[in-house]
């Protein structure tokens, strides 16, 4: 789940910078862009359960 | 007596310059907040832990780091892609060999400066994950956190914004407005609070700090009066950032620096009284460590935009960020189990992206649309997110492996004064004397 979590959180910035270069229009850009946002947001949301399940500690 | 040089230091350096010896002051109160939200048994551990920090950073940041950070149109390493050449990291000569300290000439003076100010950023982006690994992070692998994160990880995200690396070419390259991140919300605050992050997951949380089930059971700070004495350092030392970095990064020009400590101070205190009043309003008496982190925050999201927002802008600004602060700390600690004792990732990342965006939400600039601000500030908090996070909790990961973070069972249990300093900070007050006994 960690590693999908970082994987996703790659993919959403490579969104992002694929927006910019493919990109010209701002409007389809920012759509672009909220769009990578929002994958990285989903991966960081997997990589913090992934983690969340480890967090106990010792006793 | 020698008289005094014909050509006086102009008077934007000459106010860089007091500016940037105001900075020391935001790394002590930081000190006293991670070390006053912390157990009384690790104080002295955290106070010599932010010490070795500075020393390391300065250190590895001006014989390394400095080189890969380098400065608007210096040397860098370039690659082609997309049509684009994508300047990603700094290539000036390493051992600080730009900057010229007896130079006569203002480039080398401005170098010298721009040394000066990224070492102390350095620094402070290396404090913060100190507050997030309280009582339970080995003093070794600090050192050697630290020293990575002065020598590459600080640098590149510090070339990228304010060494004319791509966030800073936007404009050039895909016709946006540069990232603007005028007293380091990205660069250094946020930096430093994705790498508590990284630091908080490895090193798991406190002895008892949860249940089986996950309940968290509340671990107090050990002196408040130290946290808000902190505050009050920090914010002398955040106005020193802000009016430094804003001169030196933005060419702001000494006519906008009472702007800068006027947004600085009301930002501050929109996020302490909104923490004061959520408090208050969720628990019936104002909390003050988090009312603490209200105004940190406050500072911390209020410096993207110092040099460029007005007054009420300032206001919501910090409102905002101490409302948010007390959100994502109750969130970290009870929903996702993150054991951060001093706040510091809401506080910092929290904070810090939120300032990046308010940037583009409330920044005056004289060029460039509204919808283009907000897309480049967007395109920086997605780099910090999507690129820096991984890249960071990478090299956590790896130098954990190196040397393991997490001090042993028996170490948390005794604290890190005894663990590793062999002395308590309070040796006459004996709190936790069946703690002390070695088993």
């Known amino acids: 789940m960690r590693l999908v979590g970082c994987l996703l959180l790659l993919s959403g910035f490579a969104l992002v910078l694929a927006a910019l270069v493919l990109l010209t229009a701002l409007s389809q850009r920012s759509a672009f862009a909220v769009a990578g946002f929002a994958v990285e947001l989903l991966g960081l949301g997997l990589l913090t359960q992934g983690y969340k399940s480890l967090q106990k500690g010792p006793q | ?439």
């Open chain 2, 1 to 439: 007596m020698s008289p005094l040089p014909p050509n006086p230091l102009p008077l934007d350096q000459l106010l860089c310059l007091f500016s940037i010896m105001l900075v020391p002051l935001a790394a002590a109160g930081l000190a006293l907040i991670h070390q006053g939200l912390g157990r009384s048994r690790s104080a002295a551990h955290s106070m010599l832990a932010t010490l070795c920090v500075l020393a390391i950073s300065a250190i590895v940041f001006v014989l390394i780091g400095a080189s890969w950070a380098g400065f608007a149109g210096g040397p860098a390493h370039t690659f082609a892609a997309g049509g684009v050449r994508w300047d990603w990291l700094g290539a000036a000569p390493a051992l600080a060999r730009t900057a010229h300290f007896d130079g006569p000439d203002a480039s080398g003076l401005s170098r010298s400066l721009l040394l000066c100010l990224e070492m102390f950023a350095a620094g402070l982006a290396a404090i913060i994950p100190l507050s997030a690994g309280t009582d339970r992070w080995r003093l070794g692998p600090i050192c050697l956190a630290s020293a990575v994160l002065a020598a590459f990880l600080f640098p590149l995200f510090a070339h990228w914004v304010w060494g004319g690396g791509w966030l800073a070419q936007l404009g050039a390259n895909f016709h946006l407005p540069p990232l603007v991140d005028a007293g380091g919300a990205g660069v250094v605050q946020a930096v430093g609070g994705l790498m508590a992050l990284s630091v908080a997951w490895i090193t798991g949380p406190r002895r008892g700090k949860y249940s089986d089930d996950g309940v968290a059971a509340a671990i107090p700070g050990h002196n408040i009066v130290l946290v808000m004495f902190g505050c009050l350092l920090a914010l002398v030392g955040w106005i020193g950032f802000d009016a430094a970095a804003s001169l030196l990064f933005y060419a702001a020009g000494p006519q906008k620096i009472a702007g800068v400590i006027v947004n600085a101070m009301l930002s501050a205190s929109a996020g302490l009284l909104a923490a004061v009043v959520v408090t208050r309003a969720r628990y019936r008496k104002p909390d003050a460590s988090i009312s603490a982190n209200g105004w940190i925050a406050g500072l911390v999201a209020g410096s993207a935009a110092c040099a460029f927002v007005s007054p009420v802008a300032a206001i919501d600004t910090g409102l905002a960020a101490g409302v948010l602060v007390t959100y994502m700390v109750e969130i970290f600690e009870l929903h996702l189990l993150v054991d951060d004792p001093g706040g510091a990732v809401s506080v910092h990342a929290g904070a810090g992206l939120w300032g990046l965006l308010a940037v583009g939400l409330f920044g005056r600039f004289p060029d460039g649309s509204r919808g283009g601000h907000l897309l480049a500030q967007l395109v920086g908090i997605a780099a910090l997110i999507g690129f820096m996070l991984p890249l960071i909790h990478a090299a956590n990961l790896l130098l954990n492996r190196l040397m393991p973070y997490r001090v042993d069972g028996d170490g948390d249990w005794q604290g890190m004064d005894i663990r590793e300093l062999g002395a308590g900070a309070y040796p006459e007050f004996v709190v936790h004397a069946d703690e002390f006994v070695p088993r």
